[in-house]
Nanobody, 120 residues
Framework: QVRLVESGGGLVQAGGSLRLSCAAS???????MGWYRQAPGKQRDMVAV???????NYADSVKGRFTISRDNAENTVYLQMNSLKPEDTAVYYC???????????????WGQGTQVTVSS
């Protein structure tokens, strides 16, 4: 059974920090992992992505404030969020581009989401 389990969301004041974690299990192989977010009434947008080799890509709105990292041995991806702003408020989703032998293909898998709320 494939799983992406997120944790670390919560309520924080503007200027504060949070660290999100996403643990993946049940896959035969994982390529890229990333974080996306969706605010009420808006589309889901990419926040940060990290390839299996460690290269990263960030949305302009979070550059210099957020850092994505991963532990390949533990199949876990992290998002360190500093200097949080009210506009960072959203549900944050973990995504893995992964291979599961029973599906015979690579595809995107999503976590259930974790709420991040930044108060002003």
């Amino acid at each position: 059974q494939v799983r992406l389990v997120e944790s670390g969301g919560g309520l924080v004041q503007a200027g504060g920090s949070l660290r999100l974690s996403c643990a993946a299990s049940g896959f035969n192989s994982i390529d890229s992992m990333g974080w996306y977010r969706q605010a009420p009434g808006k589309q889901r947008d990419m926040v940060a992505v990290i390839a299996s080799g460690g290269s990263t890509n960030y949305a302009d709105s979070v550059k210099g404030r957020f850092t994505i990292s991963r532990d390949n041995a533990e199949n876990t991806v992290y998002l360190q969020m500093n200097s949080l702003k009210p506009e960072d408020t959203a549900v944050y989703y973990c995504k893995a581009y992964a291979y599961k032998r029973s599906n015979y293909k690579w595809m995107d898998y999503w976590g259930q989401g974790t709420q991040v709320t930044v108060s002003s």
